[in-house]
């Protein structure tokens, strides 16, 4: 049995929040600084986060080695679970070459990169976002990307980035949800909120990815189509939010976004020059294959565009169907709660702690119903079931370090979260008075870049938040609506995120270059939304809902 405790190092809570930031700090430095593979970091920040779980904040080993335990197998199941069958998908459509054949579809809309990089990244990703979640738009998209001919790192880079404005909505608003719950808010109001916050962010999205695509010149040169993806979504997200339906708001902004750019590229083509640009946040564009123009020139069957389309088709209409109200209950029944054996955790209220409650939704979670899409696929493709079963090997061999990872990364988050490092970092920033309104974000920011999650993110501080907003005579609407927009911004940077996005395009053991390139993005998004949440407590207090 452990009880948490919040200020372990001389009932201090700003020495112990320097302490508890040692576990997320070294591992950063480790992969932004020093380069060190990720599963070698991850593995050896989890082994900081327990010394300190056990040597300062005085959690017996076992506790400390059942919530690592417990982590790691929430790693696997349900995120690793998602990120494998995506990416089973994606190699039988390369084993048939199919992929090949979306390449050639795609460059009949437009042949150029930096419009490519919003339709796929931005909207249909969000579009993922919205029905899934939990990774499955950076595995997906990241390899649509590299079908295109844009390069690895690059492909992945624009997958993270893209993955933000849709991520409070996603999985049909589980964030939200989940925040509703631990705050005591309604959820219809929180999204009202968020609406009104991550939509003015969407805006800006799409620029941000012709920039990495292309450098000044892309921006300069498709600013129309950007602008115009990034405007559509953000007013569809405000308006599905707060006049519709919470749940609906990122698959209607994706269609809307979507339809917007192929607007725009038809009334105005873009004509791309593929020379060198100036590398920024990704590298130079990147220039197509030497017979990619025959290729698009000889158009392929029918037959074989609709089959290339169908995977992602099925997906669609699989993760919609399981969102159907009657067949969502029907698989719920499959769905259970376990104590985890051995793990007695209490708040520092003492309180019991809901951690040790391990949810196995076995039919619910998407990687699941991705299993699902990827059967329906090997049928759609003619693919035999011997040759399917090679591919899903295949899978398994390229993500096998980002299994590591992935699973290392959320038994440090279990720790740090169960030994009270977590909150002692949050109550910390919760002390800031007025200020916490600029500092709300962060901490929602924070929390996905422990957990990969804007949910769990979500979970961990959304109570907080309301106390603190109420302590400081803060709108508690706000604060805990910023602790969901902030963490959106912390996905891209987040280990388990970085190594799905590098296993996805094969780069293994490139995350640091990877995760060199997106925080800098991560970081000018994030101050952008301190400085919106500042401004919304104050002179923009009208938005408050």
């Known amino acids: 049995m452990y009880r948490q405790i919040l200020d372990p190092v001389g009932h201090s809570l700003a020495w112990s929040s320097l302490v508890a930031a040692v576990p997320l700090a070294s591992l950063f430095v480790m992969l932004g600084v020093l380069r060190v593979r990720a599963w070698i970091a991850s593995v050896a920040s989890l082994a900081v986060a327990i010394v300190i779980a056990v040597a300062v904040y005085g959690m017996p080993i ?30 039988m459509t390369v084993v048939t070459g199919h992929f090949d054949v979306l390449r050639r579809s795609f460059a009949t809309v437009s ?62 608003a ?42 000044r010149r892309g921006v300069r040169e498709t600013w129309i189509p950007a602008l115009a ?30 339809g917007a750019v192929v607007s725009v590229v038809r009334i105005r083509p873009s004509r791309p020059e593929h020379v060198g640009a100036p590398v920024i946040a990704g590298g130079a564009a990147d220039a197509p294959a030497p017979d990619f123009a025959g290729r698009v020139a000889d158009p392929d069957p029918r037959g074989q565009v609709l089959r290339a389309y169908a995977p992602y088709a099925i997906v669609i209409a699989v993760f919609v169907i399981c969102q159907i109200s009657w067949v969502k209950k029907l698989l719920d029944k499959a769905t259970f709660i376990v104590h985890w054996p ?24 998407p990687g699941t119903q991705m299993l699902v899409a990827g059967v329906l696929t090997m049928v759609a493709l003619r693919l035999s079931v011997a040759r399917a079963v090679r591919a899903y090997g295949a899978t398994l061999h390229q993500l096998r370090w980002a299994i590591v990872t992935v699973m290392a990364v959320l038994a440090l988050a279990f720790v740090m979260n169960a030994s009270g490092q ?41 109570a907080l938040q309301v106390t603190a907003a109420t302590k400081a005579g803060l709108s508690p609407v706000l ?14 940077i987040s280990p388990q995120n970085l190594a799905i996005g590098a296993a996805a395009v094969g780069v293994h053991g490139k995350e640091g270059d ?29 938005m408050v809902p």
Not at 65 to 81: S, Y
Not at 347 to 357: E, F, R, V
Not at 422 to 438: C, D, K, Q, R, Y
Request: proline share 4%; glycine share 12%; aromatic share 10%.
């Open 342 to 365: 051995g793990l007695h955790l209490y708040t520092a209220k003492g309180a019991p702690s809901s951690l040790p409650n391990f949810t196995l939704n076995l039919l619910t979670t």
């Open 174 to 215: 589980t964030p939200i949800i989940t925040l509703a719950k631990t705050s005591g808010l309604p959820t219809d109001t929180l999204g009202a909120m968020v609406g009104r916050q991550t939509p003015i962010l969407a805006v800006f999205v799409p620029l941000a990815l012709v920039a990495i695509v292309d450098g």
């Open 514 to 542: 990877i995760f060199r390139r997106v925080f800098v993005w991560s970081l000018v998004f994030l101050a952008f939304i301190c400085a919106l949440s500042g401004l919304q407590a104050s002179l923009l207090s009208w």
């Open 229 to 258: 993806g990034g405007v559509v979504f953000g007013l569809g997200q405000y308006a599905t939010s707060n006049f519709v339906s919470v749940p609906l708001a990122d698959v209607i902004a994706s269609l809307l976004s979507a």
């Open 111 to 172: 042949d150029d990169h930096r419009i490519q990089a919003i339709i796929i990244a931005f909207s249909f990703g969000a579009l993922l976002e919205a029905l899934a979640g939990f990774g499955t738009p950076v595995a997906v998209t990241s390899v649509m990307l590299l079908a295109l001919g844009f390069k690895p790192i690059k492909a992945a880079v624009l997958a993270l980035v893209a993955n933000t404005a849709p991520v409070a909505f996603g999985a049909m």
């Open 479 to 492: 604060m805990a609506a910023g602790n969901s927009s902030g963490g959106v911004l912390g996905k891209m």
């Open 422 to 462: 977590t909150i002692t970092l949050g109550t910390w920033m919760a002390g800031a008075g007025g200020a916490f309104a600029l500092l709300s974000p962060i901490l929602g920011w924070l929390g996905v870049a422990v957990t990969g999650s804007d949910t769990s993110s979500n979970s961990l501080f959304g």
């Open 62 to 91: 076992g506790q400390a080695a059942l919530a690592g335990a417990e982590g790691a197998v929430f790693g696997f199941f349900p995120i690793l679970w998602i990120v494998i069958n995506a990416i089973w998908v994606y190699q």
